[in-house]
């Protein structure tokens, strides 16, 4: 079964640091581009960024209101995917999903996983 | 305030045909693929729509996506209580150098 779970969130205070994972099974993960996306309560879908595969040298493409703040790595042997989300701010409080893009469907994000809450609070 | 603008909600009843506009620019939706997706109540979401108008194995035919210029719309027919959810298109900029989504249109099946 393709699957993705993450892992890691939280309660974390302003100005901290938390990291998550997301756990790939049921795919060659290696093959795959991943994406980070979040969503705060109540709010729509925000992309975070995503780690592109070894064929593109894992490149990391981020949104600019996380940027130089987070962090995308992988780990193919692994099969996981990370975010190292430095210096957090009350509104990066959102539900974390991680999305695998599929090449057949030009990239869409066809598995998701079913998302890990962070809260960013004093 | 996102990149692609969406209508915050629309309804329809059992049967129904509700389309869901997708407004962008040129450095979005008129040069990259538009997808869609669906977001049923406290669940992950899933992929839609893909390459503007293409449906993924599962998804039903009722579903239809189109692509003209700067704008994309999806439309369901057939319009099913299981169909309430939250609808987002999403797509590459090219400004941005990054994926954006719309604000998410919510379908109301009365």
């Known amino acids: 079964e393709v699957q993705l779970v993450e892992s890691g969130g939280g309660l974390v205070q302003p100005g901290g640091s938390l990291r998550l994972s997301c756990a790939a099974s049921?795919?060659?993960?290696?093959?795959?581009?991943m994406d980070w996306v979040r969503q705060a309560p109540g709010k729509g879908l925000e992309w975070v960024g995503r780690a592109r595969n070894k064929p593109n040298t894992y490149n990391t493409d981020y949104a600019a209101s996380v940027k130089g703040r987070f962090m995308i790595s992988r780990d193919d042997s692994k099969n996981s995917m990370y975010l190292q989300m430095n210096n957090l701010k009350i509104e990066d409080t959102a539900v974390y999903y991680c999305?695998?893009?599929?090449?057949?469907?030009?990239?869409?994000?066809?598995?998701w996983g079913q998302g890990t809450a962070v809260t960013v609070s004093s | 305030q996102s990149v692609l603008t969406q209508p915050p909600s629309t309804s329809g009843t059992p049967g129904q045909r509700v389309t869901i506009s997708c407004s962008g620019s040129n450095s979005n939706i008129e040069n990259n693929y538009v997808y869609w997706y669906q977001q049923l109540p406290g669940t992950a979401p899933k992929l839609l729509i893909y390459?503007?108008?293409q449906r993924p194995s599962g998804v039903p035919d009722r579903f239809s996506g189109s692509k003209s210029g700067t704008s994309a719309s999806l439309a369901i027919n057939g319009l099913r209580s299981e169909d309430e959810a939250d609808y987002y298109c999403a797509t590459w900029d090219d400004s941005l150098s990054g994926r954006v989504f719309g604000g998410g249109t919510k379908v109301t099946v009365l």
């Open positions: 390459k503007n108008d």
């Open positions: 049921g795919f060659t993960f290696s093959d795959q581009y």
């Open positions: 999305a695998r893009e599929w090449q057949l469907y030009y990239y869409g994000m066809d598995v």
